[in-house]
């Protein structure tokens, strides 16, 4: 039976990675005793899957994984005792006993919210602040180049960001919230879209310095925005 | 570390080094303490929380409700920046304390070439580096591992040493230390001082002198009064299945370099290879029991979740229940999903069975030690492992299914010849023979791993020239031209490294210039090779007139004073001559355990005896 949680990835772990986290995740499960699914072949591992990789340096209240067990635990004894072994900072929030055979995580998640503090170098004009921001989402290309061991790679990740709007304001700091696409072709990393508006507009932003939360991981159809513990296909 | 602040950490590389809050970390409230002790390892987080002597340390310490251990580990080179920068000090990970406000700072003698880490540390932590500058409300500096048996080098620096195993001891210490606190911290640093000098197994520097010779050799080292021993004698601990082992050890978030259970199956070796300081030191073998080894397993399981269990210790194949020890872990934990690895093996106690027995749930590769090349080399260094013993041992593994190898030698030995670096290839290439002959295929991966040998104190060897930077590339380069074969990875370690090893290694407290200088000149984790200045070193030596090798290729006289002959390990200094001697002959001497006791002096000398619990081999 597969058991599919939401759990949060708060301070005290912020800079972990996500295969940290998996493995963490993954001996809490051992800890836990609850009768794991195993792979077969050379190297038995665990069958577990998650939604989105969480970047180093990112908290999230909304992540996922699918657990598959074998034979019989009532989710919530289950629960319990996986709950007894989290380390801290990792906490379990819902979870939901999934009968039929699921639709991967990582296929049906498609949008991802997250919220940016960033603090200002100087004193700023919010209105003008805003219309920056009107500017940089009026463009139709936006242009990032990623730096991999293999090379770089330049996209254009305008299209990735749905929605980017200031929601709270202080002369010390702006409060962002974003929300980016998740495609099978890859989705855009907060930091990127705040380095890039860094580059193009001059708005005094210290994006080293920006803290960054995932606040929503979901599944986008039909104009509804749904939970992953709600789809099943 | 809890002072650092985000800004930094998201600057810095693999910044989950220093946050610590891992599964198992012990976080106390200070309120109730009396006595807190950073264990502080002079390398990075992945190296350091591998290392088992601290996890023990940390187990022992934290168990005293008036005590707290922290952990400190040497910040990396972007992190040091960002300290530097920011004018932040080095701290600990549990509550961010500087070093300089913990009572006791104690850094682990693990590898000479981790020194410079230890002054770094010191520096960062704002801790004043010379002993001597030390005041009343610094922390007291102390040192333990397996490099105090020669401790120096580094004797300006430290307040004093612990000698051998310190589970009792450190114990001891921090009592010592809250006894002198709320007596109101009577007659200072000095009186503290005296105090830990009447503990067994400490050994305070500034309590003795050094005496040179004209030709720079010593004359001898000497206690200043009569409370303070002539020569202090290593602890050791008589029955470990009655001394407390971490059953519930930290879980790193971050992948360390021992990433799995480690399981301390026994202490000491007595097959007596003769360039092994290990073997030497850790005397007389003391074995838990299967028992208590399994009883171990469980806790440690359940407590952290890991799925492989490392059975460690100097020599494992050679544990005397190691058959009966493998079957009933892999009866209770197989169906666990958690399986079993052997550090290197012995190539004379292999056999397919323990190798599939082993490696049930999981296959890794396989490493053997044959250290040397010709027979006649190896009788020379006491590795009684002949030829066969190896045919043997990898035929049984090819056929058991393995196809990757590893093979352990080194190269600049005592009577080594041209014909015994040769004798290396040739058994490379008799190995690949076996593979084609047992499988038909050409599939193999065999790795070929060559150390320049360091002769070592309380060694055999400790008085025998080490071999010139020269020298041994040379030797490393005949190599690479005899092991070009695809299927041969051949590895090999920097010339330039082993030499300054050697130097430290064998040194004496002169060098706490030159060290210190070194560390002036900007070097630190030198035991990476991009961090690695060679030329620094050779400056550092010459702005204090010392030679590097007058301690490393001088042979020293039999009757020299050794810097390290007032450190005590039991073994007789008979013994090292006898063995010394035997080894030019190209004699062997047996193993004490199954053949006769060859007088080593342990036993008696340290009240101690070999705790064997002798089934089946």
Partial sequence: MKLRMQFTKEEPVRYISHLDLARAFERALRRAKLPLAMSEGFNPHIKVAYASALSVGVTSECEYIDIELCGSMPGELAIAALREQMPVGLSIVRNQIMNENPAALMKVVNMADYTMEVPLSRQVDRMWFQDQVELFLAAPEIMFTRSSPKGNRTLNIRPLIQELRVIQWSTAQVKFALRVHITDKGSVKPLEVLSTLVQRHDVSLQEDKAIIHRTGLWVFRNNNTLSPLDVIK | MAALNQEILSRVAKPARYTGNEWNMIKKDHGQVKCRVALAFPDIYEVGQSNLGYRILYHILNKAADIVAERAYAPWVDMEEELRRHEVALTTLESGIPLKDMDIVGFNMQYEMSYTNILNMMDLGKIPIWAGERGQDDPLVIAGGPAVYNPEPLAEFIDFFIIGEAEEVF????????????????????????????????????????????????????????????????????????????TRPIVPFIEIVHDRIMLEIFRGCTRGCRFCQAGMIYRPVRERSVDKLKQLVQEMIDNTGYHEISLTSLSSSDYSCLRQLITILNETFAHQGVSISLPSLRIDSFSIKLAEEVQKVRKSGLTFAPEAGTQRMRNVINKGVTEENLAGAVKAAFEAGWS?????????????????VRGIADLAYKVLDIYSQVTRKRNVRLTISVSSFVPKPHTPFQWVGQNSIAQIEEKQKLLVGLLRDRRIAFNWHDAKLSYLEGVFARGDRRLSKVLHRAWELGCKFDGWSEHFHFDRWMQAFADNGLEPAFYTERERQPKEFLPWDHIGTGVTTDFLRREHDAALAGQFTADCRRGSCSACGVCPDLGVRVVDWGKEV
Avoid: C
Wanted: glycine share 8%; no cysteine.
């Fill in chain 2, 404 to 420: 990757a190898v590893k093979l352990y030698f080194m190269i600049g030995l005592p009577t080594e010849g041209e014909e015994d």
């Fill in chain 2, 171 to 246: 114990m001891e210490v921090a009592r010592a230390f809250i006894r002198w606190k709320e007596e109101g911290k009577p007659g200072g640093r000095r009186e503290i001082l005296r105090r830990m000098a009447g503990l067994r197994g400490i050994y305070v520097p500034v309590f003795y002198d050094v005496i040179y010779n004209t030709d720079g050799t010593i004359a001898a080292i000497v206690p200043q009064n009569e409370d303070v021993s002539r020569r202090v004698h290593k602890r050791v601990i008589k029955d470990l299945d009655n001394i407390d082992y971490p």
